[in-house]
């Protein structure tokens, strides 16, 4: 083997290779290759720079303080590629970013700052999002949350992940950033408080008490047949009436309403802000106090956060689907609705443990429920009379006068016939039953099908098996039931694939 390399005057590299295994081998013939200079290209160079940065560590992978420093670098930068790369990282980050990519994010960027505001993949809107977050780009705090508002608003229809993420965040945005308004304001702006649930929970009033209360319960009253039948508002004034009485309870017996859902406040706990998100803290803070709500406090001391963060009760879900039910199920028995439900509460549950620890018990609970229930319907149906002081002479001597009328001495007694249209009373008053069982209709109404389904779940075997056999999807064969369900008895039966616990019973007789 033998090999030779020389340059000639021309700017060309002549490459000599020779290979001789035997005496026969044939020799090589020469190669030409040009030397081609790359054309200069200034935004590939600005890449280049950018990743430099990172020259102390090029493999770094969510590193915030390099995302910090590379995103200061590219702050003012702007693009107009006319291409498209796809990109999906977690933890969108520059470094690990290819050419076409980075092109294909400042030009999307450039457009939203000018004010064309185009959805984007989840992984380039996070990366934008985690600019804002970090002061890239805007001019104040207050310039970079409307920013944020308009990339939600922007992206959450082709990217819903983004409401799992953006209403945490904000909340942190306005304890990180001093913003002249309060984040109580910030919310009822923009009307954000389904997101915070756990916030105004215990800020309510007549007209939103059942809907927070039921962001947060395991039973859903809005897919109730009572409440669909006209009864939102009766339901909703009820359940403001029984949380009053709640309090007043809870302030009798020495403990705050708070308590049946607050498990603790743990203090003094260390705080990051934007958790989730690629942040640096690169802000220098004042010491200060940011007060969310009466039990949720953060405080900046030499720079660094604490907080004071509730605990919410394990089964908080629970005991608020049993508050809300049991509510219902007292106001359907109150009007005589024509279908009644069942509401039960664990006596593990840890708001009932709660109870028993400050001297009550969840029967106790229940009966304030009812009577509270009963006192609310009492109020709404009774009459008022009012009367007119100036009429009752009048009505005095008109009622004398009918008086004299009706009076019949013996004899005219013996003597008078009964009048000519007179009807003889009955002498019993039979009121038909004008509503046929509910039950029975519905299991005329279930085809074989569905009843030997409703027995297969009853036996605990599995329905998604039987469903297949039957050729039907699980999903429509549960929908046909509680379809027919709703017809019959006024109501669900089914969740998903499993039999509500107050129907068992019925279903079980129904299905035998």
């Known amino acids: 083997m033998g090999d030779m390399v020389k340059f000639d005057e021309s700017g060309f590299a002549e490459i000599e290779y020779e290979f001789k295994p ?22 590939r160079e600005k890449f280049y720079a950018m990743r430099n940065l990172a020259s102390g560590n090029p493999f770094a992978r969510n590193d915030a303080a390099l995302f910090y420093k590379q995103a200061k670098f590219m702050e003012d930068f702007s693009d107009d590629f006319d291409g498209h790369a796809a990109f999906s990282m977690y933890f969108p980050y520059y470094q690990h970013m290819g050419y076409d990519q980075l092109r294909t994010y400042f030009t999307w960027r450039t457009k939203i700052r000018s004010g ?23 001019d104040n705090p207050e310039d970079g949350l409307d920013k944020l508002m308009a990339v939600w608003s922007a992206c959450r229809e082709s990217e819903p992940t983004l409401d799992d993420y953006i209403p945490r965040w904000l909340k942190d945005y306005h304890i990180y950033y001093n913003l002249p308004h309060s984040f109580t304001d910030f919310v009822s702006e923009y009307n954000l408080q389904s997101h915070y649930a756990d916030l105004f929970l215990f800020d309510f009033d007549a007209e939103n008490c059942l809907t927070r209360f039921n962001d947060i319960s395991g039973y859903d009253v809005t897919k109730s047949k009572f409440y669909s039948d006209g009864n939102e508002s009766l339901l909703r004034d009820c359940f403001y009436s029984v949380l009053l009485n709640i309090r007043e309870f809870a302030a009798s017996r020495n403990f705050q309403f708070e308590d049946l859902f607050i498990f603790r406040v743990w203090s003094g706990v260390h705080w990051h802000p934007f958790r989730r998100a690629l942040f640096y803290p690169w802000l220098q803070q004042p010491d200060r106090r940011v007060e969310i709500s009466a039990t949720e406090i953060y405080y900046c001391n030499g720079n660094s956060w604490t907080a004071d963060i509730p605990v919410h009760h394990s089964g908080r879900r629970e005991f608020v689907g049993y508050l809300i039910k049991k509510t219902e199920s007292c106001l359907r028995q109150a009007v005589k609705y024509k279908f009644n439900i069942t ?30 229930v009963a006192q609310f319907h009492a109020e709404m149906t009774r009459t008022v009379v009012t009367v007119d002081h100036s009429n009752l002479a009048r009505i005095r001597e008109e009622a004398l006068g009918t008086q004299d009328k009706l009076i019949v001495t013996e004899e005219d007694s013996a003597t008078a016939a009964p009048p000519q249209n007179a009807m003889p009373l009955p002498s019993q008053s039979v009121e038909p039953d004008l509503l046929s069982d509910g039950w029975s209709s519905l299991k005329s109404a279930l085809s074989a099908t569905e009843r030997n389904a409703l027995a297969i779940i009853l036996q605990g075997t599995d329905i998604k098996a039987f469903a297949d056999e039957n050729g039907v999807m699980l999903e429509v064969l549960a929908d046909g039931i509680n379809e027919k369900a709703v017809d019959c008895i006024g109501d669900n039966i089914l969740d998903d694939s499993i039999i509500y616990d107050e129907y068992l019973e019925k279903v079980t007789e129904m299905v035998e």
Request: glycine content about 4%; aromatic content about 6%.
């Open 22 to 43: 035997n005496a026969d081998a044939q020799k090589i013939a020469p190669v030409n290759l040009p030397i081609v200079e790359r054309a200069l290209d200034p935004i």
């Open 343 to 372: 509401a039960s509460l664990s006596n593990e549950n840890q708001a009932a443990l709660k109870l028993k620890e400050l001297g009550s018990t969840l029967t106790d609970f229940a009966q304030l429920i009812e009577q509270s």
């Open 116 to 138: 064309e505001m185009l959805p984007a993949s989840l992984s380039y809107a996070f990366l934008y999002i985690y600019e804002l977050l970090s002061g890239i780009g805007v």
